[in-house]
Nanobody, 126 residues
Framework: QVWLEESGGGSVQAGDSLRISCAHPGQTFSGYAMGWFRQAPGKEREFVTAASFNGVSIYYADSVKGRFTISRDNAKNTMYLQMNSLKPEDTAVYYC???????????????????WGQGTQVTVSS
């Protein structure tokens, strides 16, 4: 059973923007911390960004800081990753995840997340 459903991936040119979404209709995100990870071909999955359950703490990988923005709409049970100024090195499968943790400092770690999306491909051409 897929708990989270991702959408919005695709192929773009360098410098373009793209927003990917992650939702679970009927299940609230309220109270969950959320995160995005990515896995490029031949590489391990890596942390991209995360936000604490209350939105107070937000973290970004250095490689995306200033270009990517994490957000959520609790009324729609949906989280988003807005990606601007995309680069070819951003090409990867992007995964969303949610966690019940209240330990914000652990949000960069994969094993703290309880539910994951199936992944959506983002390809950036030069």
């Amino acid at each position: 059973q897929v708990w989270l459903e991702e959408s919005g991936g695709g192929s773009v040119q360098a410098g373009d923007s793209l927003r990917i979404s992650c939702a679970h209709p009927g299940q609230t995100f309220s109270g969950y911390a959320m995160g995005w990870f990515r896995q490029a071909p031949g590489k391990e999955r890596e942390f991209v960004t995360a936000a604490s359950f209350n939105g107070v703490s937000i973290y970004y990988a250095d490689s995306v800081k200033g270009r990517f923005t994490i957000s959520r709409d609790n009324a729609k049970n949906t989280m988003y990753l807005q990606m601007n100024s995309l680069k070819p090195e951003d090409t990867a499968v992007y995964y969303c995840a949610v966690s019940r943790t209240v330990v914000d400092a652990r949000l960069r770690l994969e094993d703290v997340y309880d539910y994951w999306g199936q992944g959506t491909q983002v390809t950036v051409s030069s």
